[in-house]
């Protein structure tokens, strides 16, 4: 049986972007994953110990949000590769980085990019 591990709105202060000021001054970003996998004995057993942790799920998109990017694509893909490298039983990843009031000249909430592998 397969599950799926969902975090919804990690948010994050980073210095991605294209224009230097963005990277100097950085930005609020948030991250939302989902990662599916064979359930396995995890429940069965109730061990954290096989499981996919989350906390530590999250610890690794802090670390990548911490390497400056000109991209959000470049940005999500360093998160899909860092989770599989991290979590090799990890099948497929879903993620999605917002760049929260970005500097288009308007009044905009967010622009996202969503890949999946």
Not at 3 to 20: D, P, S
Not at 53 to 67: A, D, I, P, Q
Request: hydrophobic share 45%; glycine share 4%.
């Amino acid at each position: 049986m397969k599950y799926r591990i969902t975090l919804r709105q990690m948010e994050f202060r980073a210095f991605h972007g294209c224009y230097e000021l963005e990277q100097q001054v950085g930005n609020r970003f948030t991250v939302d994953l989902w990662l599916e996998t064979e359930l396995g004995q995890v429940a069965e057993l109730d061990s954290v110990e096989i499981a996919v942790n989350y906390l530590t799920v999250y610890e690794v998109v802090r670390e990548v949000m911490s390497h400056t990017q000109r991209t959000i694509e470049r940005v999500a893909m360093n998160i899909i590769e860092a989770i599989k490298t991290a979590f090799p039983q990890v099948e497929r990843v879903n993620c999605t980085v917002a760049k929260l009031a970005p500097p288009l000249g308007g009044k905009l909430h967010s622009v996202c990019v969503t890949l999946e592998a």
